[in-house]
Each structure stands twice: as C-alpha cells, then as structure tokens.
T-cell receptor, first 112, second 114 residues
Framework: DQQVKQNSPSLSVQEGRISILNCDYT??????FLWYKKYPAEGPTFLIS?????DKNEDGRFTVFLNKSAKHLSLHIVPSQPGDSAVYFC???????????FGAGTRLTVKP | DTGVSQDPRHKITKRGQNVTFRCDPI?????LYWYRQTLGQGPEFLTY????????KSRLLSDRFSAERPKGSFSTLEIQRTEQGDSAMYLC????????????FGSGTRLTVV
C-alpha cells in the first residue's frame, strides 16, 4: 500500500529558477511530514519538516507547504542551484514517529 | 561523532547463505530503525528499536530476518537463507525520541544475492 506518492520521477529546472516537488498522501493519521535529499552512494539526509498544525515552514531557500484537505505537500526551492541536484524523498509519519513512510522519490536536476 | 555507520558497504552472497549487517547509530540517539530500499522505490520500514527493545516490526520482515540491538547501542540485521528478492539497499537510521529533526541515515549496505 503506497500511502505516500511522488508522481513525478524526475524534474529538470534551470539554475536560479524555482523547483517545485510534489507529494500526495492517503493516510489521514499522518501528523508529520518531512523531505529528505539523497545523493548517490549516501543515505537520505533530512532537509525540512512540517507538522500538521502548520501549512508552511521555511528554511532558507527551502519552503514546504502542506494542504491537509487535499492531502498534498510540496517543496519549493528558490533559487535552485546545481548542488541541489539529487533525489528528493517525501516522508510522512504518525504522531508516534516509528513507522515513517516514504515516497518513491523525485530526481531533481538543476542545469547551470 | 561521525554519524550513523553501516558495515559492510557492499555484500555479495550466494542464494541460501546467511548474512549479517551492522549499524552503529549516533551515540546519544535512543531510537534505531532499519529500512530497505529497492531500485526506483523509497525506503521501506522494516523495524525499529527504542534503546534495546524492538518495538515494531513490519510485515515485510519475514521469519528469515532478525534484528537485535544488545545494550541499546549498535544493531545487527541478519538474513537467513537469502533469496534473490532480498537484493536491496539496507539502510539504518537513528534519532532521538520525537521527530522534529528527522532521522539520521547511514550510507547503507547494498546486498546482492546471486
């Protein structure tokens, strides 16, 4: 059962432009949502998170938006840089945080 | 602190053999997780420990899989009688109780069953 879905396997943007990565979920018990970034031959690295009581969280160039009614979240990267090229995973967890579900990932390529 | 360490990085084994992987979490982290990732998919939850207690196991974790975390420090994941379908990246992560800062993942152990 794929409770977290990232429908775009890849995204290509020009350096300096905005990157928007999308994620949908089905389980209404999810309370926490996270984005991870993964470079080849490394484990995923935590990027940014948001709880269900918020609809936006910003950290530098990265902003995550949550639309609970639509069960949708997105990650905005502005401005995009070539070093942002990686696979981005959306993840969601219920309150007890012991069964985090991941999407299949979106490969972002930022072209110089 | 060098983060979460996993050993070995790569393991090639023949079908039917047993394999064991090790994970050393960040020392102050009381939670430890095992995930499995196959090509084109995100990490899938296998099991998690709080200190030395294994508190949850996914139905993905068949009877051939066993995990331990003696003394609440490092953890081992053993796969008995390996099958080709076990070929995957096995990721370990650790965290403090609570979620705010996410998990810290290791670089994983890539298992190939031939």
């Amino acid at each position: 059962d794929q409770q977290v879905k990232q429908n775009s396997p890849s995204l290509s943007v020009q350096e300096g432009r905005i990157s928007i990565l999308n994620c949908d979920y089905t389980n209404s018990m999810f309370d926490y949502f996270l984005w991870y970034k993964k470079y080849p031959a490394e484990g995923p690295t935590f990027l940014i998170s948001i709880s269900s009581i918020k609809d936006k969280n910003e950290d530098g160039r990265f902003t995550v938006f949550l639309n609970k009614s639509a069960k949708h979240l997105s990650l905005h990267i502005v401005p995009s840089q070539p070093g942002d090229s990686a696979v981005y995973f959306c993840a969601a967890s219920p309150y007890n945080n012991n069964d985090m579900r991941f999407g299949a990932g979106t490969r972002l390529t930022v072209k110089p | 602190d060098t983060g979460v360490s996993q050993d070995p990085r790569h393991k090639i084994t023949k079908r039917g053999q047993n394999v064991t992987f090790r994970c050393d979490p960040i020392s102050e982290h009381n939670r430890l997780y095992w995930y499995r990732q196959t090509l084109g998919q995100g990490p899938e939850f296998l099991t998690y420990f709080q200190n030395e207690a294994q508190l949850e196991k996914s139905r993905l974790l068949s009877d051939r899989f066993s995990a331990e975390r003696p003394k609440g420090s490092f953890s081992t994941l053993e796969i008995q009688r390996t099958e080709q379908g076990d070929s995957a990246m096995y990721l370990c992560a650790s965290s403090l109780s609570g979620w705010t800062y996410g998990y810290t993942f290791g670089s994983g152990t890539r298992l190939t069953v031939v």
